[in-house]
């Protein structure tokens, strides 16, 4: 989506895959591998995509965030 000259890529894991039914390594691992892909990108929004299931393990939310959370911190200190 294009506002106002700035470009934005919403960036969803497969929401009634690996973050409902995989482990949380199998979580971490593909919430990795879209982080990579988007690597040349300023402006993306990590998600869960449109849905997150109700029976979502928690733990596996919690692989989510955590690399989620990482990848912003280490991309803040590759700046400095």
Do not use: W
């Amino acid at each position: 989506r294009n506002v106002t000259g700035v470009q934005t890529c919403a960036l969803p894991i497969y929401p009634t895959g690996t973050i409902l039914n995989g482990s949380p390594a199998e979580v971490a691992a593909e919430t990795k591998t879209l982080l990579k892909m988007m690597d040349s990108r300023r402006n993306y929004v990590l998600s869960t995509g449109c849905d997150l299931p109700e029976k979502t393990p928690l733990r596996n939310l919690n692989a989510f965030m955590h690399i989620g959370r990482q990848h912003k911190i280490g991309k803040k200190t590759e700046k400095h």
